[in-house]
């Protein structure tokens, strides 16, 4: 399996061990940001021929619902003190350990605030074959999970964890 780490982590793949990921050669997985990156990973891979089984994505960062005046304020804070935003992201996200934390890059934010899911390329890949596969929190304050689960769920199985947060795991247990 392939994996793609979200935006300010690396090494995080060990802490979604409990989700029935799709495991074998063939499978991709990626983490909010990565899930972007799996994703045009399988899309390119698939248009060349290569065989791509499944794909699991994994709190995919969805902003395309969100107003273009949040997504200014996103990139305004992280320009004006990414440390600070770092943190607080890293809260939303339910303090994952430290040792997963790498420092993210404005490119890398600008790119999953702007990234837009199109139905067609999901519709692609699934007639192609790839069988996906998404994980959502419904308590995830970092993208609108019920919005990310309306969108996604024509093309994929998707996985709602009702009290569980970005990173998939139970704030208050």
Partial sequence: MLYFSGFCFEGESEIFSHLPLEQD????????????KAFKYALKS????????S?????PAFFQTQSPAFLKMQLLGFRKDSQNYVQNFLALC????????????????EE???????????????????????FLGGS???????EAREFFLPYSVVFFYK??????SCDHL
């Fill in 46 to 53: 698939v248009r060349e021929g290569k065989r791509i089984q």
């Fill in 140 to 146: 995830d304050k970092i993208i609108p999970p019920l």
């Fill in 55 to 59: 794909l699991n994505l994994i709190s």
């Fill in 94 to 109: 339910g303090n994952p350990n430290a040792k997963y934390f790498k420092a993210g890059r404005l490119e890398e934010l």
């Fill in 112 to 134: 999953l605030l702007h990234f837009e899911w199109k139905s067609e390329e999901l519709e692609e890949l699934t007639k192609r074959g790839v069988k996906i596969n998404v």
């Fill in 25 to 36: 050669e063939f499978s991709l997985t990626g983490f909010s940001y990565g899930a972007i």
């Fill in 163 to 168: 009290d569980f947060n970005h990173c998939l």
